[in-house]
Structure formats: structure tokens, C-alpha cells
């Protein structure tokens, strides 16, 4: 048994969100956990609202509430909606929680003693009739890149560029949209990442199994232009963690906030805190290598605009600090999601969002086909024709139905039993021998978080299953000898004991139904010829209502049709 550490990148507290989110960090990261858990091994699964920033006051704003209530309140419903799509954190922690607080400013105090914090004096815009300085989201504007009439002043959400708010072309504020803005100056504390650049670059030369996303995303910033650049890591605005170092003052820097890319990746050391302190258990042990940490391996799972944050600040704040902190071992990276040709966007509401998803159908429909179509080697797009064609083949079709047939047919033949009778032939043997290396191949793409191929190698296990259904035909075999047909049919139902256990970790809620149905173990096939033959005759099941009810054309038109504009 192997210690596993995992981490998804933090939402945003800033609303519900869209399937893209979901996808490019949460989702796979829940599958990977699952799939690990599977296998006996121990893991910690960890994520976290992103509670403190920009995003969370223009949020609250809106709404009217304090902005500590409305954190408050949307991490309630963002835990909920994770609770509904099946995703298994050990633990779903507040980026604003006391823990992160004081690590946050240990972590400042550390660097500032290793001479990697400098004092800036900057202009930043200042907004006179709000009568305050308006850091980067505070800011609205058109894109110098692209045009994009809606762009922020850190990053323009249509083209992707990162920018400062200085950049942007007729600015504006985000608060009250006044264009009475003017330059002043002001005093932030900066990282200085260009004094850990060799060191960063050595670090991720030495992973040579990173996907090409991860590494060419992180050379980019590396070594482009002038290299990797000093970071500021605080801000003028009220919501935050208070700058001091540890638990010092910091002269200069009252009423100052640590900017939210400083202390966000810091909640992944937080929230296990928070779960420690939550119930009982031993935190350091995961993030310490002093303290156990050295056996233990850490992957994260992010979308590729998350990438720099975690090759390079985040790393150069563990690193920088001078302390034994475990660093990721893999970073898992992922492109975007696109919806019916166009972006998915929390901030213009425009497609899927994940509570508008559960109320259209259950969990799996969505976790199978968002895993099935992740976009790892390139952009993936959501079009309800595919999403309507994938469930019905894959899930009602190829799985489904193959369920329903054999339980329904032992129940009219045999009853709600395993039968008893005959022994295994050629086909069977075949079978097993298929089943064998199709499981120990989907196996390998788990384990390298393949996660399109291991979809598809999955989806493979259930054909073959089909395939011998079709082709035994118990039905027709029993007319002629009963005793075949019910060695063929406790065949089937071994296989969906088999089917509950390699499914759970793509769709959970399903597979706990079938091994409720079969009353099957969660025990992992290391032997496949063993767990065909798991379930004795004598044992008893009962018949799972339809597990996939087909998408209508229907449904699909009505679907596309509320979902072509943007949430009210």
C-alpha cells in the first residue's frame, strides 16, 4: 500500500460552476483518488473554495451580502453540488480558514528571513469616486490583444493573455463602472521568483514524465523574454490574510492583504490542517518530509491557466521557505472545455453549470461523459449531439442493457439467484483471458492518469462482455441444455460484480447500485478468473431498475435551446 497526496486546483468562490471547471480539475482528480482507493492504497484528497481576492468581493457586492457571509454561504452550496457529482474529498476547506491564515504568514515570514521578499513602489490605478485603489479585477476594460470589450485587468478572459490593469484600453471600475480613474502610487511586497529561476528549472527538468502542457507552460514563463519575473504577492483590499510576518507586524504593509495567487495554492497545506484538526488526524505527516511526508507521492490536478501558479510560485514559496515541504511529484494539466463553439464562462453564465446539470439527470450521465472527453492533448468541445450519442451508446446501450438482460433473464429462468450448473468452455476461457489483459491495460492508463484512453479501455471491458452475451446466447442455450445456460448466465452476473468495480471510479453512484444489486464485494480484480467466479451459486441479487433512461431528441433540443444564451 502506497500513500497518495491529491489536490485539485480551487474554485473560485464567485458562483456555482460550469461543467469546464468541473472537468479540468475536480472531476479527474476524484477519479484518480477513487481508482487509488480502489487499489487498497491510502490517499488524502483535498480541495477548497478560493475564498479571498477580487472575485469574492465583486460577488458579494452584487448579492448585497458581507463578504465573509457570502463565502460563507457559497462554499455551503459548492460542497453540496461536489456532494452530487460524487466527488470524494477527504476534506473541503476554506482558503479563508484560520489554518491557511497563519500559514500564509508563516510562509511570508520565512521567505522575508531567506531574502526572497522585496519592497515595491508601484502606480496602481485608483478609482476617485470609489474612493479606493482597484487591484487587477477591479478593473474592467478592452483587451490590447484581442479587442475584448469585457477583458480584467489581470487576464483577459477571451484570449487568455495576462495583463495588468494598466494595459487595458478605456478602463473602467468593476465596482461602480466610473471611468474617474487615475494612477497612484503605492507599497507591495514582491516574491522574488528571478532569484529561484535556476532553481525552478533544474526542479522541473528532473521530471521528465510531466505532461508536455505542464513543462512547455512552465518554460514559457521560465525563460521568454526576460524570464521569470518578480511576483507581487499583496494588495490593497480588506477581504484577506492580513500581511505580518508569522505572527509579527509587518511595518509598512497595514490594512494590506496577501494577494489571493499567494495564499491559495497554501490551502492545500490548510485545508489537511483543517481535516486534521477536524478529526483528530496527523497533517504534518502528509506535507512534511521531516515528519513522514518522504513516502509519499503528490499529484495535482489543474487547467493549463492554473499551471504557472504551481510550477512556479507555489514551488518557489515551498522552496524559498528553507523548509522540509513535500512538492508535487505530477502535475496533471488540462485544457479547456468549449460549449456548442464558444466558451464556457462563470462570469458571462454562458453554458452548463453544475447545478443546472444535476437537475437534468443524474451524476454519472455527466462524470461519463466529461471523463470520456477530457481534454488532455487539446481543447475538447460539449455539443449535446455528442453528450446525447455518448450516453445512449456508451451508458445505455453497451452497459445498461447488457445489466438488464442477463439479471432479468436469470430472474424469468432461474430466479434472483446465482444458478447453478455446468462449467466454463473455450468462449468462457477466451473471455477471461480478454477480460485479463484489457483489465490490466486499463489499469496502466490509470495509473498514468491517461484518463481518455483508460474511458475507452473501460468501455472495452463492457463490448466484450456484450460480445459473449450476443454470442453464447443463454437464452437460445437453454432450450437445448439449462445447464449451460446457467453456467453462461452466473458468468454474466460475475461480470457485473466485475463491471461495479472498475466503473466506480468513472461513475460511483452506478456502481454502488449494482454491488447493492448483486451484493458483491469492492474488492479490486487482481485476479480476473477469481472474480468471475465471486459470486457461488446460491448467491442472491436482485434486478436493478433501467440504470440509463436514452436521451430524447427531444430532450436534446429543449436542452440546447435553454442553454444558448446565458444564466439569468
Known amino acids: ?112 528571513e531567506a531574502g526572497l521578499i522585496r519592497e515595491v513602489s508601484e502606480k496602481q490605478v485608483y478609482s476617485l469616486d470609489d474612493g479606493r485603489f482597484l487591484p487587477d479585477r477591479y478593473i474592467e476594460g478592452t483587451c490590447p490583444n484581442c479587442g475584448y470589450e469585457k477583458a480584467r485587468g489581470d487576464q483577459c478572459e477571451n484570449c487568455t493573455k495576462q495583463l495588468d490593469p494598466t494595459d487595458l484600453i478605456d478602463p473602467r471600475s468593476a465596482i461602480s463602472g466610473s471611468t474617474n480613474l487615475e494612477v497612484r502610487e503605492t507599497k507591495h511586497l514582491f516574491l522574488r521568483q528571478s532569484a529561484m529561476r535556476d532553481t525552478i528549472a533544474a526542479w522541473i527538468d528532473s521530471k521528465t514524465g510531466w505532461p508536455v502542457l505542464t513543462t512547455s507552460i512552465a518554460k514559457k514563463w521560465l525563460f521568454d523574454g526576460d524570464g521569470l519575473q518578480d511576483r507581487g504577492i499583496t494588495r490593497d483590499l480588506d477581504w484577506g490574510v492580513p500581511v505580518q510576518k508569522g505572527n509579527q507586524p509587518w511595518p509598512g504593509m497595514e490594512g494590506k492583504v496577501f494577494y489571493v495567487w499567494f495564499d ?196 472495452g471491458i463492457w463490448v466484450l462482455g456484450n460480445e459473449y452475451l450476443q454470442s453464447a446466447a443463454p437464452w437460445a442455450t437453454f432450450k437445448e441444455d439449462p445447464e449451460k445456460a446457467a453456467m453462461q448466465v452466473r458468468l454474466g452476473l460475475n461480470l457485473i460484480g466485475l463491471y461495479a468495480v472498475l466503473s466506480a471510479p468513472f461513475i460511483p453512484f452506478t456502481a454502488a447500485t449494482l454491488r447493492e444489486a448483486m451484493n458483491s464485494s469492492d474488492e479490486w480484480p487482481d485476479d480476473v478468473e477469481a472474480a468471475l467466479n465471486s459470486l457461488p451459486p446460491g448467491h442472491g441479487f436482485t434486478v436493478p431498475e433501467n440504470l440509463f433512461t436514452k436521451i430524447t431528441d427531444d430532450q436534446r433540443t429543449e436542452w440546447s435551446e435553454r442553454f444558448s444564451g446565458t444564466r439569468g
Open 264 to 459: 491559495a495554492p497554501i490551502e492545500y497545506i490548510g485545508a489537511t490542517a483543517e481535516w486534521a484538526d477536524a478529526h483528530g488526524g496527523d497533517w504534518e505527516r502528509w506535507w512534511r518530509t521531516d515528519k513522514g511526508a518522504d513516502d509519499v507521492t503528490y499529484t495535482q490536478f489543474m487547467g493549463k491557466d492554473n499551471v504557472p501558479f504551481h510550477t512556479l510560485g507555489f514551488p518557489a514559496t515551498i522552496m524559498g521557505s528553507d523548509e522540509p515541504w513535500k512538492l508535487v511529484d505530477y502535475i496533471k494539466s488540462f485544457n479547456y472545455l468549449t460549449y456548442d463553439g464558444g466558451q464556457f464562462s462563470t462570469s458571462q453564465g454562458r453554458g452548463v453549470f453544475m447545478d443546472d446539470a444535476l437537475d437534468l439527470l443524474p451524476a454519472d450521465y455527466w462524470r461519463w461523459w466529461l471523463l470520456s472527453h477530457a481534454p488532455e492533448s487539446g481543447d475538447s468541445e460539449f455539443t449535446w449531439e455528442n453528450f446525447q450519442q455518448s450516453v445512449n451508446k456508451d451508458l445505455a446501450d453497451v452497459f445498461g442493457n447488457f445489466v438488464s438482460r442477463i439479471t432479468k433473464f436469470c430472474r424469468s429462468k432461474f430466479g434472483e439467484e446465482v444458478p447453478a450448473g455446468g462449467e466454463w468452455g473455450e468462449a468462457e476461457h477466451e473471455l477471461a483471458s480478454a477480460l485479463a489483459e484489457r483489465v490490466r491495460s486499463y489499469e496502466r492508463l490509470m495509473d498514468q492518469m491517461e484518463v481518455r484512453k483508460a474511458a475507452a479501455e473501460l468501455r
Open 1 to 112: 500500500m502506497a500513500r497518495h497526496l491529491i489536490t485539485s486546483a480551487l474554485p473560485y468562490i464567485n458562483g456555482i460552476k460550469h461543467l469546464g471547471n468541473l472537468v479540468g480539475s475536480q472531476l479527474p482528480a476524484d477519479l484518480y483518488a477513487r481508482y487509488l482507493r480502489g487499489r487498497g492504497h491510502e490517499v488524502m484528497f483535498i480541495c477548497a473554495t478560493d475564498e479571498h481576492g477580487t472575485p469574492a468581493e465583486l460577488a458579494a457586492a452584487k448579492t448585497g451580502e458581507p463578504v465573509a457571509e457570502y463565502c460563507k454561504r457559497m462554499h455551503a452550496e459548492q460542497s453540496r453540488l461536489a456532494e452530487g457529482f460524487g466527488l470524494s474529498f477527504d476534506h473541503y476547506g476554506r482558503s479563508s480558514s484560520p489554518q491557511n491564515h497563519r500559514l500564509t504568514q508563516h510562509f511570508a515570514g520565512k521567505l522575508d
